[in-house]
């Protein structure tokens, strides 16, 4: 009976918080895709050509892991894989390409 009326307008109470807490990030949206975009456009100043680092003459840079500074295509290109599956490879068979590719 009437008991069961104050359930349903809590129930529509926790509908519109879920509702409204579903709009929220959308504000977030476009600021997190700037974020991303800056972080992209910082990333890419770092990427250098294969033969750059095979020189290692390239300053600022972690020179035991010049690999990682190989654009994601170049990097598929010349280890045959994305950065993230060469990560998971034991260390030696790592340093067995990055000497294969003189990135060692």
Known sequence: GPADVPSLFRAGKVVTTT??????????????SVDIDSIKDNSNCEFHSLSDLQRGNIEGIDITCREQYLSPLDFQ????????????????????????????
């Open 77 to 104: 290109e010349h280890f045959q894989m994305t950065k993230s599956e060469f990560s998971k490879l034991p260390k030696w068979k790592r340093d067995k390409m990055k000497r294969t590719l003189k990135l060692f």
């Open 19 to 32: 509702k409204s807490s579903k709009e929220e990030p959308k504000p977030m949206v476009p600021s997190s």
